[in-house]
């Protein structure tokens, strides 16, 4: 489905975004999501066939959103938009861990991480091939962003690109 950025898409997001603080994702039904967003029922199956294409679009929508917050800066990623992205769209992350799509989106989030670190390993010197050492990152990565989830008190966005930065650094 062609994206389309529209103010109806956004309230779907938003509206799915405040249903989960209530309630789990499988007792969330279109009508709660098109209630909740204060639009017609007609526009939301205008975007989409049902409630999974509607969360296979969430997903794709939050991979491209996220990928958007990775720069590179002297020969380092930059972390903190991407913390950042995680504060601000905390509810829909919690929820897509508790998923199975979650799987879906941590592997399309590590290939391109995973190529973005390969790319700056291979300009350092080490004994290890960088595709090794980039999916070992990327596993503490994903290990550091749940530690973070799990904290009852958060470590801000720049904190934790502090940690990310120099858990990173080849040794």
Known sequence: MPQKNTQSLLRFKNAFAQLLIDRPLDRITVQDVVRTAEVNRSTFYRHFLDLDDFLDWLADNMLE??????????????????YQYAMANQTLLEAFLGTQRWTSLVTQLQSFVTKRYTALLQQQASSIP??????????????LFNWRM????????????????????PR
């Open 130 to 143: 960088p595709t090794i050492q980039a999916t070992f990152l990327i596993g503490g990565h994903i290990a």
């Open 150 to 169: 799990q904290q009852p008190t958060r470590p801000s966005p720049s904190q934790m690109a502090q940690y990310h930065r120099a858990l990173s650094q």
């Open 65 to 82: 959103e996220i990928t958007q917050q990775f720069t590179i800066t002297d020969q380092d990623l930059d972390f903190t938009g991407f």
